[in-house]
């Protein structure tokens, strides 16, 4: 093997060991969280989840950053489908509006861009899904002070040591990590844990004609 061909060997293999190595960081943080209580948690927000939505409830997600893609991502897996066909479920994220979240952070505060929705959107019995990977998002906080005030149930998701979350927060879904991109994978996983729980319990999948049991 020439020089220029190991070199490039011994950098492929550097790469494989990195890469090794973030998966093992994400699957740690995954056994971390399910060993922490994550089930349990689960268990309980999905409960919230279905009783709002049979209630005829509207969910409202919303985070900064990569949180608030997942605010979007998990807003969409409601509202179209998830694993199934299935009616249309009522959620909203509260970072997709541009007019509105300009508005407010210009004539008001930043820290006020979900809060000032949820006044206008938010009803009793609604659910408020704060997303905030270090629990010490401004304008997350507001947004679970203002759906608190409004009766609103409140779920967030965080990491670390929650930040000010748990005292904000009916019911929890943390993920123990001390960094925040394994935080947010997991995240997205208990998202789609969380909304199948959801699907088998409003729409139960249909035996297959001439399946046996």
Same mark, same amino acid.
């Given at each position: 093997?020439?020089?220029?061909?190991?070199?490039? *060997? *011994?950098?492929?293999? #550097?790469?494989?060991?990195?890469?090794?190595?973030?998966?093992h960081?994400? #699957?740690?943080? /995954?056994?971390? =969280? =399910?060993?922490?209580?994550?089930?349990?948690?689960l268990?309980?927000? !999905?409960?919230?989840?279905?009783?709002?939505?049979? !209630?005829?409830?509207?969910? =409202?997600?919303?985070?900064?950053?990569? *949180? #608030?893609?997942?605010?979007?991502?998990?807003a969409?897996?409601?509202?179209?489908?998830?694993?199934?066909?299935r009616?249309?479920?009522?959620?909203? #994220?509260?970072?997709?509006d541009?007019?509105?979240?300009?508005s407010?952070?210009?004539?008001?505060? =930043?820290?006020?861009?979900?809060?000032?929705?949820?006044?206008a959107?938010?009803?009793?019995?609604?659910? /408020?899904?704060?997303?905030s990977t270090?629990?010490?998002?401004?304008?997350?906080?507001?947004g679970?002070?203002?759906?608190?005030?409004?009766?609103?149930?409140?779920?967030?998701?965080t990491?670390?040591?929650?930040g000010?979350?748990p005292?904000?927060?009916?019911?929890?879904?943390?993920?123990?990590?001390?960094?925040?991109?394994?935080?947010?994978?997991?995240?997205?996983? /208990?998202?789609?844990?969380?909304?199948?729980?959801?699907?088998?319990?409003?729409?139960?999948?249909?035996?297959?004609?001439?399946?046996?049991?």
């Amino acid at each position: 093997m020439g020089r220029r061909a190991a070199g490039r *060997s *011994s950098k492929a293999d #550097a790469v494989g060991r990195r890469i090794s190595g973030l998966y093992h960081d994400h #699957a740690a943080a /995954a056994e971390g =969280f =399910f060993a922490a209580g994550g089930s349990a948690a689960l268990v309980q927000a !999905a409960r919230v989840l279905i009783g709002a939505l049979r !209630a005829g409830r509207t969910l =409202f997600f919303f985070g900064n950053g990569g *949180s #608030a893609a997942d605010a979007q991502h998990l807003a969409a897996e409601f509202v179209n489908r998830f694993a199934g066909d299935r009616p249309a479920l009522p959620a909203i #994220a509260l970072t997709t509006d541009t007019s509105v979240l300009t508005s407010i952070g210009n004539d008001d505060d =930043f820290r006020r861009i979900f809060a000032r929705q949820l006044e206008a959107l938010g009803r009793k019995g609604d659910v /408020a899904v704060g997303i905030s990977t270090s629990g010490r998002s401004p304008n997350v906080l507001e947004g679970l002070r203002a759906a608190a005030a409004r009766g609103m149930l409140t779920l967030g998701f965080t990491g670390g040591d929650g930040g000010a979350m748990p005292s904000l927060c009916r019911h929890l879904i943390r993920v123990p990590a001390p960094d925040t991109p394994r935080v947010q994978e997991i995240h997205i996983l /208990a998202g789609h844990i969380l909304c199948q729980l959801i699907e088998d319990a409003l729409y139960p999948p249909r035996p297959r004609p001439g399946a046996t049991a």
